[in-house]
């Protein structure tokens, strides 16, 4: 049975959007968890866009599952990555420009820095996964350097503009997957899935568990709509 592992940046993307102190990832994370999530998932931006140093310092005290911590693998993310002990650190690229993560990490570029980055939370006990595009060459990259666990990157498969595409897209995750399990790894999955496309991993039991956010906070959006507003009207219609 694979593990659902949530992604929290977008409450606090909604607590940014007003500078407000809520609503608060942390309260959040403790919801995802009592709803049955595996692990909880936040990325310390560099700009800290979404999350702050101050989230991750609470969450690590709060978080009863896993806590994930996604980052890239900058001095100053691994000196937090340290400082905090989080039960996992993901390696991902990252672009001061880009809106999301845009692809996996590419292994060919920085290997020598990235192995250090690996060796150095792997001396502290934390185990390192790298988020990486469903490629052959990238996971034998990520087995090499010694990451414990890959996330195989599903974005191309999510954002297919063609069934042929998708189709493609979708046998190169399970065959990275299949790949990945054979030299040893861990194998998460992760970018862009929602409840229409994770119906497609059926049946595919080489992936651990399956990190997911922007889909499950929207959801949270609508599903909750009608609540919060009946909740305000009681409180205007007593006035
Ligand atoms: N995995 C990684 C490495 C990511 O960067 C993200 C986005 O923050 C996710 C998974 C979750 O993607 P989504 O929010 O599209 O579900």
Redesign the pocket.
Known sequence: MAGLAV?V??VATLREARKAAYPDPVAAAAIVEMAGADGV?V?LREDRRHIKDRDLKILKETVKSKLIL?MAPTPEMIGTALEIKPDLV?F?PEKRTEV??EGGMNLSLNQESIADAIETLKCAHIPVSI?IDPDPEQIRMAHKISAALV?I?T?GF?DAETPQQQKRAFLNIVNAAKLAKKLGLGVNA?????YHTIKAFTGIHDIDEY??????ISRAVMVGLDRAVRDMAALVRAL
């Open positions: 992604n940046d977008h998932v990325h996604e993901t991902v999301t993560t988020f996330e990157h974005g999510c992760g970018h862009g899935l929602c990190s997911i956010g922007h889909s499950i």
